[in-house]
């Protein structure tokens, strides 16, 4: 497609239940990240994928995160034991050239999640 | 570690107004920096950006320049339209590493353009 998509665009989840969330990168975009926008910590970064390893996870807050990606295309994000305070909208980005300054990150429409 | 602090808002202007949204940021290394823009209802979208001292990145009308002695990179735009209401992060990477940057955000700064 045209840009990175996301699915779903919404999920409403009990607490404790696992959720999975898609990402699909702009094709040919090698670098994939994960993001997330909450209303009390703002945008924080998760996790990157180069090709289909994650040299830095350093943003997963709990180990009850946890991603990956498979044939350096679509990725997905799994929370575990949802808990309320992971309500935040999920922001997948990918671009073309990390190793270049230059480089710009293309972001894709998100995934508001809500726990109950 | 890097940080970016942005004026707080919300901002409310009338159309045609000038609009100036501080943002200054802390970082180690030779960073690019970045104003993102989030429409209501929209999803992030890179507004402008710069890789380097003294260079100056622009868009719809939106202007930001890369100051290394001030660290800082403020939005301005010489006359607003309602169309511009939105949110605008300021951001940046660092670009020290052979390896991707993740980008670090401002805390957003909400603007309403009143006609």
């Known amino acids: 497609g045209a840009g990175v998509s996301q699915s779903p665009s919404n999920k409403v989840t009990e607490k404790g239940k696992d959720v999975e969330l898609r990402c699909d990168p702009i094709s040919g975009h090698t670098a994939l990240y994960w993001y997330r926008q909450s209303l009390g910590q703002g945008l924080e970064f998760l996790i990157y994928?180069?090709?289909?390893?994650?040299?830095?996870k350093s943003g997963l807050p709990s180990d009850r995160f946890s991603a990956e990606r498979t044939g350096g295309s679509v990725s997905t994000l799994t929370i575990q034991r949802t808990q309320q305070e992971d309500s935040a909208v999920y922001l997948c980005?990918?671009?073309?050239?990390?190793?270049?300054?230059?480089?710009?990150?293309?972001f894709g429409p998100g995934t508001r999640l809500t726990v109950l | 570690g890097d940080s970016v602090t942005q004026m707080e808002g919300p901002v409310t202007l009338s159309e045609e107004a000038f609009l100036t949204i501080n943002c200054t940021y802390t970082a180690t290394g030779y960073p690019s920096l970045f104003w993102y823009v989030q429409y209501p209802g929209e999803g992030l979208q890179l507004l402008l950006k710069?890789?380097?001292?003294?260079d100056k990145g622009s868009n719809k009308g939106f202007e930001a320049t890369y100051r290394k002695e001030t660290t800082s990179f403020h939005l301005e735009k010489g006359s607003v339209q309602v169309s511009d209401s939105a949110v605008y992060f300021c951001?940046?990477?660092?670009?020290?590493?052979?390896?991707?940057?993740?980008?670090?955000f401002g805390s957003g700064t909400r603007l309403s353009i009143r006609p």
């Open positions: 951001a940046l990477t660092d670009g020290r590493y052979s390896s991707a940057s993740k980008i670090i």
């Open positions: 980005a990918s671009s073309l050239a990390p190793w270049k300054a230059t480089d710009t990150q293309y």
């Open positions: 994928f180069q090709g289909n390893s994650a040299p830095d």
């Open positions: 710069a890789t380097k001292a003294d």
